[in-house]
C-alpha cells in the first residue's frame, strides 16, 4: 500500500506524521519527497548514503548545423531556448528534458546530454528503510527526483511518502498514483485556507484520502466543520503536547518518546486500511 502524507502548506506537521505513522505501521518505508529540504531523516539514527544520480537528458545544440530557424524556441513552454539575431541561446536551469526540441528540430541539430539535476540517498534500517531526494541548488524543478524516488517503493511494504508542501507540480506528482492521502492541517484559519485548496487539487487527482488535524487545541472547530460539511473522514487529532513539541527539537519521534501516540497512529492506519 502506498500512503502520501501532504499538507498545504509547510510547518503544519507534515513531516512528523509521515515519521510517526511509518514507526508504528509494521513493515512500512519511508520515502521523503521534498526533495527541495528533506527532514525526515533527522529523526533516524543511520546516516543517509548516496545510492544514485538523477540526471535529464537536456539538449546540445550543433551550431554549425542550425540554420536558426527558431522551431526549437517556439516549441519549448518553459522558454528554455531563445533565438536573438544570428544567436541561439539555452537556458540550462529553464529546461524540463521534456526532448521536444531534439524531436522538433528539422535539420538534427539537437543531440542529448545528461543534466545531473540532484541525487537520491538510502538510510534507516532493515526493518524501517528512509530514502530522500536532494535537488541541486539552482535547480527549479524537483519532479524527476520525485519520480524516481518513486520507484523505490517495495510493493510488499507499506510506504509513506512525505510531500513537498502546497498544491504545485512536485506535491501533485507525490499525490498522484498512490492508494490513500493524508492531508495534515492545523485548526487555524489559515491551516483550514490551505487545506481547502488541497482538497481541490486532491479531488481532481482523484486519490482518496483523508485530514489529520495536528497540534489539536491552538486553534476552533471549523476544520472539524468543514470536513463535516465535505464529508471529508477526520482520521486523527494530534493534541498540542509541549512533550511532543520538546521530543521534536531533540529529533525524536513522538512515538519513541511517548508511546501512548502510538496507539493514535495505529488507529489512523486501522482506518486509511478500512478506506481502501
Ligand atoms: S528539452 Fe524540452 S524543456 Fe528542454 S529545451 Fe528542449 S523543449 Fe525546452
Ligand atoms: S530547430 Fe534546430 S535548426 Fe531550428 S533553431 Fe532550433 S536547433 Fe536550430
Redesign the pocket.
Known sequence: MKITVASGKGGTGKTTIAVNLALSVKNSMLIDCDVEGPNSHLFFREPMVKIKDVSIP??KFDLDTCTLCGK?AE??Q?N??SIIGEKLLFFEEL???????KIICPVDAITEVDHNVGLIEKGGTEDLPVYHGLLNISEPFGVPIINELKQFADASKITIFDSPPGTACPAVETMRDVDFCILVTEPTPFGLHDLTLTVDVIRQIGTPFGVVVNRDGIGDDRVDQYCEKEGIPLLAKIPNDMEVAKLYSRGVPMVTGLPKYRKLFEEMFQKIREMV
Open positions: 537536456a539538449p526549437c516549441f519549448c518553459y528554455a531556448i529546461c524540463h528534458g521534456c526532448g521536444g526540441c
